[in-house]
T-cell receptor, first 114, second 113 residues
Framework: DSGVTQTPKHLITATGQRVTLRCSPRSGDLSVYWYQQSLDQGLQFLIQYYNGEERAKGNILERFSAQQFPDLHSELNLSSLELGDSALYFC?????????????FGEGSRLTVL | ELKVEQNPLFLSMQEGKNYTIYCNYSTTSDRLYWYRQDPGKSLESLFVLLSNGAVKQEGRLMASLDTKARLSTLHITAAVHDLSATYFCAVDPQETSGSRLTFGEGTQLTVNP
């Protein structure tokens, strides 16, 4: 158990809908990262937050957005869903103490768009 | 754009045999990570390599980093079935503060009895 908590674990929805994925980082970690894993794209970095502020953006679609709240949990919002958005979405966090760049991943949220 | 390439992408080996997975990357970096993923599960951190020449071992797995060649290897010694999983290497481009790991495509390892 990495200490990173993600909900929901599974989500099935229809095209055009909107969903929110939630992540709680490990205790004390200030950085949260979102990754998307799909068969055709592999593991893709979406976005990073550090202590409530956006720090870096990767291959995140405009239909997707994220935020990190004062209690450091983060939410990834996916809207106008398409079939191709079906994937496993991972949240990860990293420590600032003795920083090594190592990421600790949650169990993921599996999104199926029908 | 940083590219991380692993080979092979698929590896089927017999128990007791040795093999090496290679990870090449396209930009200067001295931070490389290996992760293991079981089907449908999370990514488990295996090794953190933070300097040229770094070598780390855990059980039947040993990882090394050659930053000059931009190459990392994951060596499997006397494979056992429990090692069957997908192995990813990831590189920190170190362009900005914080870690935004770029992952390879993964090597799907199957160890057969």
């Amino acid at each position: 158990d990495s200490g990173v908590t993600q909900t929901p674990k599974h989500l099935i929805t229809a095209t055009g809908q909107r969903v929110t994925l939630r992540c709680s980082p490990r205790s004390g970690d200030l950085s949260v990262y979102w990754y998307q894993q799909s068969l055709d794209q592999g593991l893709q970095f979406l976005i990073q937050y550090y202590n409530g502020e956006e720090r870096a953006k990767g291959n995140i679609l405009e239909r997707f957005s994220a935020q990190q709240f004062p209690d450091l949990h983060s939410e990834l919002n996916l809207s106008s869903l398409e079939l191709g958005d079906s994937a496993l979405y991972f949240c990860a966090s990293s420590t600032q103490l003795g920083y090594t760049g190592e990421l600790f991943f949650g169990e993921g949220s599996r999104l199926t768009v029908l | 754009e940083l590219k991380v390439e692993q080979n092979p992408l698929f590896l089927s080996m017999q128990e007791g045999k040795n093999y090496t997975i290679y990870c090449n990357y396209s930009t200067t970096s001295d931070r490389l990570y290996w992760y293991r993923q079981d089907p449908g599960k999370s990514l488990e951190s295996l090794f953190v390599l933070l300097s040229n020449g770094a070598v780390k071992q855990e059980g039947r797995l040993m990882a090394s980093l050659d930053t000059k060649a931009r190459l990392s290897t994951l060596h499997i010694t006397a494979a056992v079935h429990d090692l069957s999983a997908t192995y990813f290497c990831a590189v920190d481009p170190q362009e900005t503060s914080g870690s935004r790991l770029t992952f390879g495509e993964g090597t799907q390892l199957t160890v057969n009895p």
